[in-house]
Nanobody, 126 residues
């Protein structure tokens, strides 16, 4: 059975850091580009960052550039999101997904999500 399991969320103070993990099982992750998404209560889902299947290309939306870093370890079948300088507006459920589209250092376009994680809650508050 195909599964994504996100972990690493929790409560952190503004300016703090968290490292999220997305572990895949039931399939080999190295054939897929992966996106990290988030959704806050009452708001629509938004993309945060993506990484190509090889890890050679990454893209970040403007509101996380310079603060977040996406990476992957295909040998461990895991994708990571290092989040630094966290702000209250980063509070959301974070989840990972495969998608149809492209991910490059210059842009990210996606549609037709294929596999989804279950999400991990990040709360940034003093």
């Amino acid at each position: 059975q195909v599964q994504f399991v996100e972990s690493g969320g929790g409560l952190v103070q503004p300016g703090g850091s968290l490292r999220l993990s997305c572990a895949a099982s039931g399939f080999t992750l190295d054939s897929y580009a992966i996106g990290w998404f988030r959704q806050a209560p009452g708001l629509e889902r938004e993309g945060v960052s993506c990484i190509s299947s090889s890890g050679g290309s990454t893209y970040y939306v403007d509101f996380v550039k310079g603060r977040f870093t996406i990476s992957r370890d295909n040998a461990k079948n895991t994708v990571y999101l290092q989040m630094n300088s966290l702000k209250p507006e980063d509070t959301a459920v974070y989840y990972c997904a495969t998608f149809s589209g492209y991910c490059s250092g210059y842009g990210w376009s996606y549609y037709g999500m294929d596999y989804w994680g279950k999400g991990t809650l990040v709360t940034v508050s003093s």
